[in-house]
């Protein structure tokens, strides 16, 4: 008796050792992060939205996401990544010089791919993977770059002219695979393409709000029926709002500056301007006061709450134009009826954000959050060390339901966050190293436990056998 309920134990044990890894596999969660490019955050007002309603009710919701400055593409979808300003990011605008390297960064260009522009910072991916995880990523900005010799596990290269269905189907392809992701990154360019070429005001941006809702059903839809849905975190975001331009409000630097004396950098409401040699009083002196309804800074003299003063990337003077206002060189330029990149205070310039999943409280809305709180929200949920960053999780914990994780500590992380996360993939690895060894040991142990024991237990069988047969060969 003794001896079977030694084996009742050892056979417990192992099963206990196997079920904790695998439980830990079954409850990692996972987060698939969605940027609809130019998404105002008031588009979901404007026409019946039912998908994005469903999320709201069912999820969470925040009514004002302040974004980064300036309110571009490239600097506000790495500042989601990384939880960092531009200003420590290094991704200052979509258009940038490196006068210290003599390199150009140019988005209208495509020459986005040197990947010393984006090694100020560590994108989350990398982090991720660093924990032992997989990351998915179809066109989100950047992760098409190798950054600290790194892609993301599953990526694909930007092509714009990939559907977003293909999106959604690679990605899912990556949830369900093998080596599956827990990190799933989608990026999709509308509206914010329309809300260019259209205007944001224009009716014929109905539809593509609407065409953005059935989008999000599509995904939804594709979701549930690959049983993923209920074990997803779905986080619905974007980079920027778009604000109304008009033909008549233009500002022509021609009018006032020599372009001989300057290089013009970015194309959007805030431009940067590099002077020529000897000629910055010049130039400095020609802009300020010259419209009312462009503003002109110093580097040095750029407000604090821009953020957006200290990387070399920022060039010596830069302007800003009012609300709705174009700053061209002169009117032989192009010029858009919608535009974003303005002050990020102003409301047009906010994006959306809503969220849903075993991480996140039912029917719960906040009145405000700021983008670089992303970036710890993310890590926090994913259960890896988030690295030093600008954001705040106590702004958004809220949000959170009890079954989110508790491992990570809720403060922003001091320098040595490098080690933090070295101690941490020790930390990861060792566990399961120890899981696994410990198995092993279970097995074999319990294997010559019961080698012994029937070895122990042969004569003791044989002799009874033999008092049970002797009468029968008496008779």
Known sequence: MDSKFCCCVFFTLSALTFSVAFSELQHEQKILLVSFDGFRWDYIYRVPTPHFHYIMKYGAYVKQVTNVFVTTTYPNHYTLVTGLYPESHGIIANDMYDSTRNKTFSLEDMNIYDSEFWEDATPIW?????????????????????????????????????SFEDRVRRLIEWFKSKKPINLGLLYWEDP????????????????????????????????????????????????????????????????????????????????????????????????????????VYKKEDIPDR???????RIQPILIMADKGWTILQNRSNSFMLGNHGYDNALSDMHPLFLALGPAFKKNVSKESINSTDLYPLLCYILDIPPLPHNGSLANVKELLSTTAPKAISPSVM???????????????????????????????????????LVHSQMPTIQERNAEIAQPLLWS
């Open 126 to 162: 990398i982090t991720n993977q660093g924990a032992g995880h997989n990351t998915g990523a179809a066109m989100w900005p950047g992760t098409d770059v190798k950054i600290h010799g790194k892609f993301p596990t599953y990526y694909l290269p930007y092509n714009e002219s990939v």
């Open 192 to 295: 914010d393409e329309m809300g260019h070429n259209l205007g944001p005001d224009n009716p014929l941006m109905d539809s593509v709000i609407s065409d953005i809702d059935n989008k999000l059903g599509y995904l939804i839809s594709e979701l549930n029926k690959e049983k993923l849905w209920d074990k997803m975190n779905l986080i619905i975001t974007s980079d920027h709002g778009m604000t109304q331009c008009s033909g008549e409000k233009i500002i022509e630097l021609d009018q006032y500056v020599d372009p001989n004396d300057y290089i013009l950098i970015d194309h959007s409401p805030v431009r940067a301007i590099l002077p020529k040699k000897g000629k910055f009083d010049k130039i400095f002196a020609a802009l300020n006061n010259a419209h009312p309804n462009l503003t």
């Open 306 to 312: 821009f953020h957006y003063k200290y990387h070399q």
């Open 414 to 452: 001091s320098p040595q966050s490098n080690m933090n996360l070295k101690v941490y993939k020790l930390h990861s690895y060792a566990y399961f190293v120890g899981v696994f060894l410990g198995s092993i040991i279970v097995i074999v142990f319990l294997l010559v436990f019961v080698k012994h």
